[in-house]
């Protein structure tokens, strides 16, 4: 199964692992690397136009669940998916996971015969995290997708790239979504004032730009390894498949596990 895109800028962008372009390759003719080349820009339009028709799935799904009516196959493969339909399993599989980790929802089959499906509302898009970020399901999938894009672009994301990811998941920014209301709002009035999120501008930057980091909120009520994981889990990865963010997150939890000692130490000292 293809990696989700929505952390990517690129199908071929992947994010924090280190990779030397040709190291490999042996040399090539001029005939031989335009060849290459042609091939490459194939491929990457493919993936592409497959990770947009698993957006406009995701999209479609949740617009369908409105009504509460059975999802056929033939209804996803005549108004989504259309020719790309020998794609079809790889394709509802990861809508399902951008379904199941971002919104909350698992897709279920309610006949194999006739390849109906149905929402069911989770509201846990990851283990343990609801209660301490605030609850909500899908809007906990979006803060979540978010602190792990500026998480795996060193702890800070340019505001365009936040944007370009919400368009990824076939949701725009100022348009108006049945489940998160307005995003850019969602995000600049309840993430970045409930301090989840920071957002300033970048210095020296013209024409001015800005960034989101994590805000004191997220940093006490997460932490990098269980947004590591969740990226994995996107990904269908092992957190160690990015050894930079792996080795910050195990960094991160000693320093936790410190700071808990301490606060223990300090409490036992009082009581005697």
Excluded at 16 to 34: C, F
Excluded at 65 to 90: A, C
Excluded at 107 to 129: A, F, S, V
């Amino acid at each position: 199964m293809a990696p989700s895109p929505l952390l990517q800028e690129s199908p071929e962008e992947d994010l924090g692992a280190v990779r030397e372009e040709g190291a490999s390759e042996p040399s090539l003719t001029p005939k031989g690397a335009r060849a290459l080349a042609a091939k490459t820009l194939a491929r990457r339009r493919a993936c592409r136009r497959v990770d947009r028709t698993v957006a406009e799935l995701v999209q479609f799904l949740l617009l369908k669940d409105r009504k509460k009516s059975p999802i056929t196959r033939s209804e996803m493969v005549k108004y989504v998916i259309g020719d790309l339909k020998d794609l079809f399993p790889e394709i509802i599989a990861r809508a399902a996971e951008h379904l199941r980790y971002v919104f909350g929802f698992e897709l279920k089959q309610l006949d194999r015969k006739h390849h109906t499906y149905i929402l069911i509302n989770k509201l846990k898009p990851i283990e343990h995290e609801e209660e301490a970020l605030g609850g909500d399901g899908p809007r906990l999938g979006l803060l979540m997708m978010i602190l792990g894009l500026i998480y795996m672009k060193g702890n800070s994301a340019r505001e365009a790239q936040v944007w370009a990811m919400l368009r990824r998941l076939g949701v725009r920014p100022s348009k108006y979504h049945f489940l998160f209301g307005y995003p850019k709002r969602l995000i600049m009035e309840d993430f970045v004032q409930l301090r989840y999120l920071n957002y300033r501008r970048v210095p020296h930057t013209n024409p001015p730009e800005c960034e989101f980091s994590w805000g004191p909120r997220s940093n006490l009520e997460t932490s990098k390894m269980k947004v590591l994981g969740f990226v994995a889990k996107l990904h269908k990865k092992e957190p160690q498949h990015w050894p930079v963010q792996y080795r910050e997150a195990l960094a991160d939890e000693a320093d936790r596990a410190r700071a808990g000692a301490s606060v223990r130490a300090r409490a036992s000292t009082h009581l005697w």
